[in-house]
């Protein structure tokens, strides 16, 4: 099925997502917030350590703003009514809910422990190895949420499905992020602040899905899918935004320990690396095997290797301050999620005809 379905009422606008230039070259820009923020710190160190000291319980507050900024444009695509849907497509829901809840945390702590604990490190800082571990760990605990339309758009994916599991997930993230993040924390040895980490919870993830649905319910209410639409595109910027200069402030405040060790960087894209193919590759193989149609298991496969890079780094900075290894490793993830991602969307359009004959 190469065309979808169109969308009805509370599901996909029918103009559905593609890349723009700005999506196209995230990877560009979060290289040019590195080298902007890793300037700004050497230069101005005074007001990057006043930014990251001014925290209320535990939170930074210029962070959480920018967050906030980050996730609930993103999160007003979502409309959960469209869970009914979930029905219809029950092999490929089944199949990436497995992936993420089940398979991606434990493959990325299991990565880490081989990558980060043992064969990198002779390379990495000592003192941040659990840190790195636990940046991995927060990175691959909640599926993307909103670059996924994208990535479904670019292989023809069906529009019901892309939205009624991502509602699906980012219902589930609302309990299941937590426990797990503690649970695999703790097999790695680290310290779980669980009032800390509940609390990210609240403000991340369960205050931004109650303000988005409020948000998107009043803007139908008032416009109409065609106002809700106008309102997404002008935030579209916003959104993206917020996160490049949360990347300046991270990396203003980390820049000294990336100019003393720049390696550092490409050994933590490794396992970020081999995960996301990893989780890929599986999600597509078991709607193959499942006999699930080609315009499902594309974006099931994708939904099922991506991240919610937002709420990791927000997350770390949380848990661990802005100078962790934590916060650093899930940066990480944000630099290669672009190119990776693409290059899985070319793998899963050019292998349809070997899909399709399964």
């Not at 996924?148 to 670019?154: E, H």
Request: glycine residues 8%; contains cysteine; aromatic residues 8%.
């Amino acid at each position: 099925m190469s065309e979808a379905t169109p969308a009805s009422a509370g599901s996909l606008p029918a103009a559905r997502p593609s890349m723009g230039a700005f999506e196209r070259f995230l990877t560009l820009w979060v290289a040019l917030c590195i080298i902007v923020g890793v300037a700004l710190g050497q230069l101005a160190p005074g007001i990057f350590h006043t930014l990251g000291e001014a925290t209320v319980a535990q939170v930074n507050l210029p962070v959480a703003i920018l967050v906030w900024l980050m996730i609930i444009p993103m999160l007003l695509k979502i409309d959960l009514t469209s869970l009914r849907e979930v029905g219809r497509h029950w092999r490929g829901i089944a199949t990436t809910v497995g992936v993420n809840w089940l398979v991606k945390p434990f493959s990325m702590a299991l990565l880490a422990w081989i990558f980060i604990a043992h064969l990198f490190r002779p390379w990495l800082p000592a003192d941040q190895l659990n840190s790195y571990t636990a940046g991995l760990i927060l990175l691959a605990a909640a599926p993307c949420t909103a670059m996924v339309f994208v990535w479904s758009n670019l292989v023809d994916g069906e529009p019901h499905f892309t939205l009624s599991q991502v509602a699906l997930n980012d219902t589930i993230m609302v309990v299941a992020f937590a426990p797990i993040v503690a649970l695999l924390l703790g097999l790695s040895a680290i310290t779980v602040p669980w009032d800390t980490l509940l609390l990210s919870v609240m403000l991340y993830i369960v205050v931004p899905v109650i303000v988005a649905q409020v948000w998107r319910h009043m803007q139908l209410a008032m416009g109409g899918h065609g106002g809700l639409s106008r309102l997404l595109s002008r935030l579209a910027p916003l959104s993206l935004s917020a996160l490049l200069l949360t990347l300046v402030l991270l990396f203003g405040l980390q820049g000294e320990q990336i100019i003393r060790q720049p390696l550092v960087i490409a050994l933590l894209a490794v396992p970020i690396i081999i995960q996301v193919y990893f989780n890929a590759g599986l999600a597509y193989w078991l709607n193959r095997v499942l006999g699930v149609e080609w315009c499902v298991a594309g974006p099931s496969a994708l939904i099922g290797a991506s991240n919610f890079f937002e709420l990791a780094v927000a997350t770390a900075i949380v848990l661990f301050g802005f100078q962790s290894g934590a916060a650093l490793a899930t940066v990480v993830g944000v630099l290669v999620e672009v190119p990776v991602m693409l290059s899985v969307v070319h793998i899963v359009r050019s292998s349809r005809g070997w899909y399709e004959r399964g």
